[in-house]
């Protein structure tokens, strides 16, 4: 970080908020994501399957996250669309080893794009093909396929395989999303 | 800071609340505030707060604005201002029971319940226990068991409050954290001794020896730093002697004397208490309590003063002569400047002392006593009553200061327990009944509590004409009909009949009042003045008995519901009132002993109101095929035990009659886990003339769960001695043997087994049911011409007291004392026991039983009844 960076996030003047949703089925390592950015003093060791929601922060290249990291469990993916309101972008994990459920991850996906919150405005979505370490993992481009993902024109859109447990891959995603939401912020503006 | 410079501001200028004139859809209006990306707590503080005190206010929000609230207050997590987040704990708490799907904020609970923030931690702890249900609460046990043990006094003695909250929704859950309990009992601070305490004696109380080993162990090991837990020792202590029925060695005694020499003075109160109101106490101890007491007494600190007087006052009746002792001190607490314990020395004394120093006391009494308030007027008002009932000769004292008393201002539970005292004074003791009517005629002329005077002019109604002059109360009853609202004058319409009922010379100036009333602007009034003023026309003394000094003797709830069915049934038969159960006399003791002995932890709040055991019985029994022919449900007996209760299969009976029939309702339970039991019925062996009508068999019986199955049988026609038999029964079922973890059966074909059952009894007892006469005499007096009379003289050798003989007969007979003639007058030899009751048909039977004393019990036993072969079968069966 340059010294002119360092003294504008010192002022506090360039710095910005916003909020992104991490949402996913369960056992896809949302929350696994979310810890590992976090700066290494916040970060926890065993990670447990969150129960309702929780709330992490984190700093990227200017811009304070708040990320709200959300329950994958079945019984209470419906009380995402709770913080569908306010949010600047979406984070979607998928877990790329379980072929099994990559209709679920589908029906949850649509029901997601076609929520009024949502529709109407133009937000950017991350997908992390998560678990790419996998001997059995689906590449990126397979789970695009398999997600209709290309059928998504009306709001930009990312894929990367990631693997959450070493890092690998969710820098490139997260600096894409960030860029993004720069980007949608200063239109606004 | 300049935010609440602002808020101070604003409050010296409006004077007074801030929150006075908030409204709810403003408040939910801005508290969408909460929903923005980025919260500012200063702004979001004060919104929060006022949703908090308008929720406390009491203002109730629907379930959806509940959880539009909640959820734009869980966004409120990303704000790391601590005042704001503690807001939101309280929020989440009160939100809880309102909102749905709160188990969403659980992993950030957790997350700051497992925190650094030590601040978060139990408040954290709180409210992820409010928002937790049984199954969600393994997924935070591990939490818990970490936070019971933690470091921090305030986070343990959180997580072992919020235990003990859960272990109303999850007791087993929060079983298994004992080990986490009882390492917290060890700790250094006195809050979580006392809490960890609390908590290990509630999970273990149903299990006597686990209770035991508990005291035991802590009695011994403790290091009492806790005055809080010490007390709750005590307690438990206390409580186990009350059960085991201990005697002076035990070592509980040993501990709570030992905690006399205790040096907090909480302790010592409570040992002294705890002594004091042991059923079975030496006097060896009880004299030590006391003097303990005495010497709070004379505490310079008033709570000491008034904890120790008011056990004093609490106990003065069951320990006259140890409290006599400290008569000294108390009279030199009559002067003290706190009223509430001037009062409640006063009482003592007066509850002790002698007949010549009551009038004095009283005097002392009212110098104060409208500088009370009325809660302690009404310890004033159980002392007199009290002490009237030990110095009868003293009525006129005591009856003057309560009629002033009557005439102070006061609330009505005040009033109603001074009219209390009166009417007890004049039930017993005649001499001071005239005085005490008088009083009362005059407290009902200017009194503004409805029920009260209501409840005054049945009284008069009812004890009024048995006066030497009934007329002179006439005048106050009627003059209620002129000034008063409907309900009351509806009452003294009824009061007056009753004089007209019972005294002839008065009836014809009855009618003329009654006649009046007929022109009255209220319904009932009117009606009820009609419907007196034409029975009283017919001068037929079976017609007063019956309909004016007779009270409704059915079960008013089934009554209601069998008029509402009537009116919807659309049928052209007359209304039968005879099909209706008639009301069981209700036992108001066993409700009082159930409260004394709980909350000793958890306030067990407001009795809830139960529909009447015999309902419940009629809704249950109405879902059996066939039941309906059989008429309505006359009565249900007690429940009858068949087998020990540590067997395989337990088994109890009730006996439920009905005018031809009686259904046996059998409880089945089977308590081996290995088996699973199919078509389980009772074959029963009766005896002659009975006829077994139908047997419904309970069709599965699985491990730990109770089955019912039922048997319809037939009362002898016409052949009443032989209703009173007895049966074998024999449980017979198809066992199949079955894995006793999941409770599946291993094979599909079962064995036919059986298990004998100790023989049923059908008495005479399940036949009749009580009924409570209020005015007994003119219904045996009546009964004279109209019913058959049977008479028999017996020797009961086995009885020894007249006493024994009354609970026995009564028991036996199944008929309600009237007249509470159950109660023996001491001292005497002979006594006449009065009862009534009705034989399943609806056939009245009336028993007087003149009792006499002499090498055993000699009675002779009257019987009257409308049926000739009842009155023979009550006689020949007491024989």
Not at chain 2, 452 to 481: C, M, W
Request: aromatic share 6%; with cysteine; charged share 25%.
């Amino acid at each position: 970080m340059g010294l002119f960076q360092k003294l504008v996030s010192f002022l506090g003047v360039g710095r910005k908020e916003v909020n992104v949703l991490v949402v996913g089925l369960n056992n896809s390592g949302k929350s696994t994501v979310v810890n590992n950015f976090k700066s290494d003093d916040d970060k926890v060791t065993d990670i447990v399957p969150t129960v309702g929601f929780s709330v992490e922060r984190f700093q990227k290249q200017n811009l304070a996250f708040t990320a709200f990291d959300m329950s994958g469990h079945g019984r209470y993916r419906d009380l995402w669309e709770h913080y569908y309101k306010d949010c600047h972008g979406i984070i979607f994990v998928i877990d790329s080893s379980d072929r099994l459920r990559l209709v679920v991850v589908k029906e949850e996906l649509d029901l997601l794009l076609q929520h009024p919150d949502i529709c109407q405005k133009k937000i950017p979505i991350l997908f992390f093909a998560n678990k790419m370490d996998c001997k059995e993992a689906l590449s990126s481009v397979k789970i695009a396929a398999a997600l209709g993902l290309d059928k998504i024109m009306d709001k930009p859109w990312h894929i990367s395989a990631s693997n959450a447990l070493t890092g690998e891959g969710l820098q490139e995603g997260v600096e894409w999303l960030t860029q993004q939401i720069r980007e949608l912020l200063s239109v606004k503006n | 800071m300049s935010g609440f410079k602002r808020d101070k501001k604003e409050e010296e200028d409006g004077g007074g609340n801030p929150f006075q004139n908030i409204e709810k859809t403003i408040v939910l209006q801005e508290a969408r505030i909460f929903n923005e990306t980025s919260v500012n707590p200063r702004k979001c503080t004060p919104i929060l707060t006022k949703l908090l005190y308008m929720l406390n206010q009491g203002e109730q929000l629907s379930a959806k604005e509940a959880t539009d609230v909640f959820f734009a207050m869980t966004k409120l997590f990303q704000s790391k201002d601590v005042i704001l987040r503690r807001l939101v704990y309280l929020g989440i708490k009160e939100l809880s029971s309102i909102a749905d799907d709160v188990i969403i904020v659980t992993s950030s609970l957790t997350k700051d319940m497992t925190g650094k923030e030590d601040l978060y931690r139990a408040a954290a702890i709180r409210a992820l226990c409010s928002i937790t249900d049984a199954t969600m609460l393994q997924a935070i046990e591990r939490y818990m068991k970490q936070a019971i043990v933690d470091r921090n006094p305030a986070v343990s003695s959180a997580a072992l409050v919020s235990s003990l909250h859960m272990t109303k929704i999850a007791p087993e859950v929060v079983k298994r954290w004992v080990n986490e309990a009882q390492e917290a009992v060890n700790s250094d601070n006195i809050m979580v001794q006392f809490h960890a305490l609390g908590l290990l004696y509630h999970i273990r109380k149903s299990d006597r020896l686990a209770v035991t080993k508990l005291v035991a162990r802590l009695t011994r090991t403790m290091s009492s730093k806790s005055p809080y837990a010490v007390c709750m020792l005590i307690r438990i202590a206390a409580k186990l002697i009350e059960e085991e029925g201990a005697d002076s060695n035990s070592p509980y005694f040993d501990y709570i004397e030992a905690c006399f020499r205790h040096k907090s003075e909480m302790v010592v109160y409570e040992a002294a208490y705890a002594v004091v109101n042991l059923n079975r106490t030496t006097n060896r101890e009880l004299a030590q309590a006391i003097s303990v007491l005495q010497l709070f007494c004379g505490s310079p600190k008033p709570t000491l003063r008034f904890a120790a007087v008011r056990t004093l006052n609490q106990v003065a009746i069951s320990h006259p002569a140890a409290v006599t002792a400290c008569n000294l001190d108390l009279e030199n607490l009559i002067t003290d400047s706190n009223r509430s314990i001037a009062t409640l020395a006063i009482t003592t004394l007066l509850k002790t002392g002698a007949e010549s120093s009551v009038d004095r006391l009283m005097k002392q009494i009212a110098t104060f006593v409208s500088e009370i308030s009325d809660e302690f007027k009404v310890v004033v008002v159980q002392a007199i009553r009290a002490l009237a009932l030990k110095f009868p000769r003293k009525h006129s004292v005591l009856m003057n200061f309560l009629s002033a008393m009557l005439r102070d201002e006061g609330g009505l539970e005040y009033k109603a327990s001074i009219a209390d005292t009166i009417i007890t004074i004049i039930e017993d003791n005649p001499e001071a009944k005239e005085t005490g009517l008088a009083h009362l005629c005059e407290f009902i002329e200017d009194c503004e509590h409805v029920s009260l005077a209501v409840r005054i002019l049945h009284l008069l109604g009812k004890e009024g004409p048995k006066t030497k002059q009934p007329s002179r109360y006439i005048r106050f009853i009627y003059n209620r009909v002129i000034l008063e609202c409907p309900s009351i004058r509806a009452a003294a319409v009824s009061a007056m009949a009753q004089f007209g009922a019972s005294c002839p010379d008065l009836l014809e100036n009855i009618q003329v009042l009654l006649a009046r009333c007929q022109m009255d602007s209220d319904d009932e009034v009117r009606d009820r003045a009609t419907y007196y003023s034409s029975i009283l026309n017919r001068q037929d003394k079976s017609l007063y008995n019956n309909y004016i000094l007779e009270t409704l003797q059915v079960s008013v709830p089934a009554l209601e519901r069998t008029l509402k069915e009537y009116t919807n049934s659309n049928t052209e038969q007359p209304f039968d009132i005879k099909t209706i159960p008639v009301s069981v006399v209700s036992k108001p003791d066993d409700h009082e002993v159930k409260q004394k002995t709980e909350g000793m932890l958890i306030s067990s709040g407001p009795a809830k109101i139960t529909p009447s055991r015999e309902e419940n019985f009629a809704t249950k029994l109405n879902s059996l095929p066939g039941i309906q022919i059989l008429g309505p449900l006359f009565r249900s007996s007690e429940i009858v035990e068949l087998t020990e209760s540590e067997t395989e299969y337990v088994v109890r009976c009730v006996k439920h009659c009905y005018t031809h029939h009686m259904v046996l309702q059998f409880d089945c339970l089977n308590t081996l886990n290995d088996q699973l039991l199919e078509n389980v019925r009772v074959q029963l062996d009766t005896s002659e003339g009975y006829e077994i009508i139908s047997d419904i068999p309970c069709p599965k019986l699985p491990y730990n769960e109770t089955g019912t199955a039922y048997v319809i049988v037939k009362f002898p026609d016409g052949d009443l001695p032989n209703s009173i038999a007895t049966f074998g029964a024999v449980l017979k079922f198809v066992v199949k043997d079955c894995d006793p973890a999941t409770g599946l059966p291993d094979i599909d074909e079962g064995y036919d087994d059986e298990y004998m059952l100790e023989d049923l009894e059908i008495t005479l007892g399940d036949q009749i049911q009580k009924v409570s006469r209020a005015n007994w005499g003119s219904a045996w007096e009546e009964a004279e011409s109209t019913f058959y009379e049977m008479e028999d003289t017996y020797s009961l050798s086995s009885m020894n007291t007249l006493e024994e003989a009354v609970i026995n007969i009564i028991k036996f007979l199944g008929l309600q004392p009237a007249e509470r003639s159950d109660k023996v007058p001491k001292g005497k030899t002979t006594h006449t026991l009065l009862l009534a009751g009705i034989f399943r048909g609806g056939i009245d039977i009336l028993v007087r039983a003149k009792l006499a004393l002499a090498d055993g019990v000699t009675m002779q036993l009257t019987v009257r009844s409308t049926d000739e072969s009842i009155a023979e079968l009550i006689t020949s069966v007491v024989g």
